[in-house]
């Protein structure tokens, strides 16, 4: 499971939002459209369920992390928006049958147990209802920035979740095949994101690679090595790019 713990500050101050483009697609798949009521589950602080409830939703996000649903609720006393946080294993989601008609997994499916999560997905989804899983992610092998600090967490973290190289996972759609849904579709998109030195290393520094295993000694020279290598192969503001990939199905 994804640990966060030691990252909640980096987290909110530094993990930018998803793309207008991501909310317009899936638009085209009946998702994320005024007065839907949507359960967004791995939701961590919040930050597309946030997205979500912009676009007119009411929204449900349920995470494991206690610390990042207490920042949520905190961040959404000053928004005022229309979401309820719950902390709860998605492997067991605390709701009837039929509950939702959306359900949305954004940046967490890859930390999950697939089948059972699935499965539940499954459970609680009206007929007809729809899942889509979003992975949203830098492509390392197109950017030299980008490939350098991949480089360096796997330096500093062996053992850290190191994701495929086109960030496509076609291995997912049978996960929920198996699961019962059908009518399973996949889009894909690339879009630069820009970044100042200050914002990449905390937006690194917020990751469970780093902040959530590394002693607070390692990060200190992670973040060194980092700032030492962008200072002197960037300048002011510079381009990562990123690709979205989503799994639409249909219940």
């Known amino acids: 499971m994804l640990n966060l713990d030691g990252t909640e500050e980096e987290y909110l101050k530094y993990r930018h939002g998803y793309p207008p483009k991501l909310l317009e697609r899936l638009k085209l798949y009946s998702i994320g459209i005024e007065k839907q009521h949507v359960l967004d589950i791995g939701t961590a602080n919040g930050l597309f369920a946030r997205d979500l409830a912009r676009q007119g939703c009411r929204v449900t996000g ?3 992390s206690s610390d990042l649903i207490h920042q949520a609720q905190q961040v959404n006393i000053k928004d005022q928006l229309p ?3 719950l902390e709860g294993n998605v492997e067991h989601l605390p709701f009837k049958k039929s509950s939702f008609k959306v359900i949305t997994a954004v940046y967490c499916w890859h930390w999950f147990n697939k089948s059972k999560v699935a499965e539940e ?5 009206e007929d007809n209802g729809r899942l889509a899983i979003i992975n949203y992610d830098w492509i390392p092998s197109r950017n030299y920035v980008a490939l350098h600090t991949q480089s360096l967490l796997e330096e500093f973290n062996p053992s850290a979740y190191i994701p495929n190289e086109t960030k496509m996972f076609p291995e997912w759609v ?4 198996k699961a019962g849904f059908s009518d399973v579709e996949t889009f894909s998109f690339d879009i630069n994101i820009p970044y100042s030195i200050k914002n990449c290393i905390g937006r690194i520094q917020a990751s469970p690679e780093v902040g959530g295993s590394l002693t607070k000694e390692e990060i200190s020279l992670f973040n060194y090595r980092l700032n030492t290598f962008l200072s002197e192969h960037t300048s002011t503001s510079f381009n990562i790019p990123y690709r979205a990939y989503g799994i639409i199905g249909i219940k």
């Open 62 to 64: 349920i995470d494991l």
């Open 83 to 85: 979401i309820e946080y």
């Open 121 to 125: 997905v499954y459970r609680v989804l």
């Open 174 to 177: 049978e996960d929920i095949y």
